[in-house]
């Protein structure tokens, strides 16, 4: 994962974690009954151990890997000896979850937390986050939850690949440190978090593969926590089944049944044909592509319009042509790693014409970029499917031709300097009426070419629409 991916997904949890949770106390007795059924109903069938420890449990449990999602009950059960909120680990097949009941009597309080002690190099970004300017991978993350937030920061708490977890008590609060399964290979973090019932908050420590679990933990066993007390925060603004009715419908079945239906014949764009994107108001054709072994052979090719030649040029031998690389095979659904395997990439060149026939004076520039996309042969349906399997490189190769499936390479570039470069290489300036040929440049292995069963699509950023409901143009 790249740093400017991290810094959304950090972006994203802290948007989340900043909301308020409520509740009314009608809301709260039927999805503590609901959930003990689950929980009840899961174990019976799949025969869970479920493990309740104490406060200075130093118990170590070794995993092959560690999903852990942040479960929410909400019933109260013995609220004097509880404090604000109970837990339990649960252990299935590899696998540790946490689940919280949270006392909703107790006044919900909000917490601070800085750290006394930072490694080497490290400087403060953002509130709680600490990086180095010159070492990558070597950043830190201190997030204080409190009960009003712990709902919400349950689905960002998805802990998968890690080794380890040890139990321990860090400034006197019970503690568990995940360490993740091949961290440097694969670049995986690692995290701290210190539960503190008596009162009220969560303290999450994350580490990124440049910072060792020593090192997170001298700056646990530093951090300087401030509880204050504040009278007015309060849980029964809101009806806590909107909130799981809405969580459930922005990520749950609706969205596996989108997935599912796949992309329908009509949202095909056949080589040769218009995509119209009204969006941009321009019109885009694919008039030919080329795969060639070596860059230099790209008709026109020049180093100009590399959007990062420091990118391409580790990867490249004397003639142009790709170096291989390590490649992990990775599950859609789960993400785990099914293989590993040492491949070699071709450069594939389109070249497409596009059509400014919109006005440009709201927005004059056009996104002249696309995203390459792999998709199954139509089934029984008639649609078009995302695999069941994705490639990526192994992170540690800190190979970036392929991110995100983009090209990387414009042979008619609007922008070749500073800030505007960096954030607006692939947009140009257009004027209504004007047209132009250019070539993008992918690189893509070669057994991905060479794959008889799977059609290869473009994507435009010009439709400045989703996934799902984006037209495809055809490559082949």
Known sequence: MSREQKEIMEERMEMIWKQPLTMTAESEEKIQDAYEKIRRQCAQKNGKKVHSYGRRSTRRL????????????????AAAAMGYFTKQATEESGVLSYEFQINYEMQPVSVEAEPEYLPEGLEMGEPGKYYSKEEEGKSISIIPVTMLNLEQMKSQMNFRFVDQVEHTTILDMEADLLTS???????????????????????????????SMEELKKVAEGLKIQVLEDPDLSYASEDMEILQDKEAADGG????????????????????????????????????????????????????????????????????????????????????????ETVNAKFMAVKIHVNRYGEADEDPEVPLD????????????GAYHWLDTFYDPVPSENYGLQMDDRCFYLS??????GEERLHSFFYRPMDKGEELTYIIIFAVDEDVLADENTELFLRFNAQATNEFEADYCALR
Not at 188 to 204: A, D, H, Q
Not at 279 to 303: C, L, N
Not at 412 to 417: C, I, N
Request: glycine content about 10%; some cysteine; overall charge negative.
């Open 181 to 211: 399964r091949d961290d440097q290979k694969y670049q995986r973090g690692k995290s701290i978090l210190l539960f503190n019932p008596t009162e009220g908050y969560v303290v999450w420590l994350w580490g990124d593969y440049g910072v």
């Open 62 to 77: 070794a995993v092959a890997s560690l999903a852990a999602v942040m479960l929410l009950g909400t019933g109260i059960v």
């Open 412 to 417: 008619t570039p609007g922008h070749l300097e």
């Open 253 to 340: 079945e609706d969205f596996t049944q989108i997935l599912a239906a796949g992309i329908k014949a009509d949202q095909i764009i056949t080589l040769g044909e218009e995509l119209d994107c009204v969006y941009s108001g321009a019109k885009f054709r694919i008039e030919a592509m080329k795969v060639f072994d070596s860059i230099y052979e790209v008709p026109g090719y020049t180093e100009e319009g590399l959007y990062d030649k420091a990118e391409l040029t580790p990867w490249i031998h004397e003639d142009g042509t790709h170096k291989p690389y390590l490649r992990a095979c990775f599950d859609s659904q789960t993400g785990e790693v099914l293989q590993e």
């Open 370 to 381: 696309a995203q390459l996309v792999s998709m199954t042969k139509p089934g029984t349906d």
